[in-house]
């Protein structure tokens, strides 16, 4: 039988690594799971319900989430962002996140796009990338992503408004005591400062080549 294909895509937020993860899904013909979304996810319902992320309890909400969630338009916000990383704390949370992860990939394959995959959720995954960026080249683009009048005159201030958060997220992603954001030893790392999506991808589809041989 053929081993299963599962290629893992992390990095820290805004990096690229969910454009190219879906744009890689779509080249080889593979499943996409956005992991990052099932705790967005989990967070927003919290804050719909009225409770507070940093207080914990979070396992029902978690295990409520199905992949329906994933397409709601309001898990990209700021208070989301905080939620998220709060709830992606919880090992109760990560234990029940885990499971549909690892059910998702199935006997199938799939690109999985996160910040544990390589290292915790399919630390044997055929290939494992590490996608990465300057912080002002991600806040730049995860302004953008948001920005509603691209001309405003505060536009940088607002990009440093946002680069300060994505700062503080990555501090607290990789100093969390529980599947910490870091690299996995075996992975290839892309940086995707100064490069297009299409040149990302060129350079993810030759090392998928390179490793998958």
Same mark, same amino acid.
């Given at each position: 039988?053929?081993?299963?294909?599962?290629?893992?895509?992390?990095?820290?937020?805004?990096?690229?690594?969910?454009?190219?993860?879906?744009?890689?899904?779509?080249?080889?013909?593979?499943?996409?799971?956005?992991?990052?979304?099932?705790?967005?996810?989990?967070? @927003? *319902?919290?804050?719909?319900?009225?409770? !507070? =992320?940093?207080?914990?309890?979070? %396992? &029902?909400?978690?295990?409520? /989430?199905?992949?329906?969630?994933?397409?709601?338009?309001?898990?990209?916000?700021?208070?989301?962002?905080?939620?998220?990383?709060?709830?992606?704390?919880?090992?109760?949370?990560?234990?029940?996140?885990?499971?549909?992860?690892?059910?998702?990939?199935?006997?199938?394959?799939?690109?999985?796009?996160?910040?544990?995959?390589?290292?915790?959720?399919?630390?044997?995954?055929?290939?494992?990338?590490?996608?990465?960026?300057?912080?002002?080249?991600?806040?730049? @683009? *995860?302004?953008?992503?948001?920005?509603? !009048? =691209?001309?405003?005159?505060?536009? %940088? &201030?607002?990009?440093?408004? /946002?680069?300060?958060?994505?700062?503080?997220?990555?501090?607290?992603?990789?100093?969390?005591?529980?599947?910490?954001?870091?690299?996995?030893?075996?992975?290839?790392?892309?940086?995707?400062?100064?490069?297009?999506?299409?040149?990302?991808?060129?350079?993810?589809?030759?090392?998928?080549?390179?490793?998958?041989?």
């Amino acid at each position: 039988m053929t081993r299963r294909l599962v290629i893992a895509v992390d990095g820290p937020a805004a990096a690229g690594k969910g454009t190219l993860a879906k744009r890689l899904a779509l080249a080889l013909d593979l499943p996409y799971l956005d992991t990052g979304l099932l705790y967005r996810a989990t967070g @927003r *319902r919290m804050i719909d319900a009225g409770h !507070d =992320p940093a207080r914990g309890a979070a %396992e &029902e909400f978690a295990a409520s /989430v199905g992949l329906e969630d994933l397409s709601r338009t309001d898990l990209r916000v700021p208070e989301v962002d905080r939620a998220a990383s709060l709830v992606a704390a919880q090992p109760a949370v990560r234990r029940v996140l885990v499971d549909v992860q690892r059910r998702f990939a199935g006997e199938h394959g799939a690109v999985l796009d996160g910040r544990d995959i390589g290292t915790v959720i399919f630390p044997d995954a055929s290939v494992k990338l590490f996608i990465t960026a300057s912080p002002r080249t991600r806040a730049t @683009r *995860r302004w953008e992503q948001l920005a509603t !009048d =691209p001309d405003t005159p505060d536009r %940088e &201030e607002q990009i440093t408004r /946002v680069e300060r958060e994505i700062e503080a997220r990555d501090m607290a992603d990789s100093s969390r005591a529980v599947a910490p954001l870091r690299a996995a030893e075996d992975a290839v790392r892309i940086e995707t400062d100064g490069l297009s999506a299409d040149e990302v991808l060129a350079e993810a589809l030759r090392i998928v080549a390179r490793m998958t041989r």
